[in-house]
């Protein structure tokens, strides 16, 4: 049976739009404006509820890579911790990266005050 099978038209359209990226779900908007503007707008409300339109929730991320039991425990018990633990690292990854931005905007900043003030001392 399909992983998507229970889901319904709107549930497969979301898991496949989710499975492109933000690209798509932007692609589907301006598309939704084009052909009825209320489609547009309802889908617009539908990103920024869920919280498509500003980055990649938890749940999408796991839907994504998530998969029917394959009957192999074993298997199923390695595959599981292999995912976590990439998630742990993706999470630890984006925190890092995070750091990194910050890093870079503070050491930005405190050139403009430096520069800034060499300005005001003349």
Same mark, same amino acid.
């Given at each position: 049976?399909?992983?998507?099978?229970?889901?319904?038209?709107?549930?497969?359209?979301?898991?496949?739009?989710?499975?492109?990226?933000?690209?798509?779900?932007?692609?589907?908007?301006?598309?939704? !404006?084009? /052909?009825?503007?209320?489609?547009? &707008?309802?889908? $617009?409300?539908?990103?920024?509820?869920?919280?498509?339109? #500003?980055?990649?929730?938890?749940?999408?991320?796991?839907?994504?890579?998530?998969?029917?039991?394959?009957?192999?425990?074993? !298997?199923? /018990?390695?595959?599981?911790?292999? &995912?976590?633990? $990439?998630?742990?690292?993706?999470?630890?990854?984006?925190? #890092?990266?995070?750091?990194?931005?910050?890093?870079?905007?503070?050491?930005?900043?405190?050139?403009?005050?430096?520069?800034?003030?060499?300005?005001?001392?003349?």
């Amino acid at each position: 049976m399909p992983r998507n099978a229970g889901l319904g038209p709107f549930g497969r359209a979301r898991d496949w739009l989710d499975e492109r990226g933000k690209a798509a779900w932007i692609i589907a908007m301006i598309l939704g !404006f084009v /052909a009825f503007w209320p489609v547009g &707008l309802a889908i $617009l409300a539908y990103m920024i509820w869920s919280k498509r339109m #500003f980055g990649c929730s938890k749940r999408s991320y796991r839907s994504r890579y998530h998969a029917m039991p394959t009957g192999n425990t074993a !298997f199923d /018990a390695y595959r599981e911790e292999t &995912l976590k633990r $990439l998630e742990e690292e993706h999470s630890e990854f984006m925190d #890092f990266l995070q750091k990194l931005r910050e890093a870079k905007d503070k050491a930005e900043f405190d050139q403009f005050m430096e520069q800034r003030e060499t300005k005001t001392d003349n």
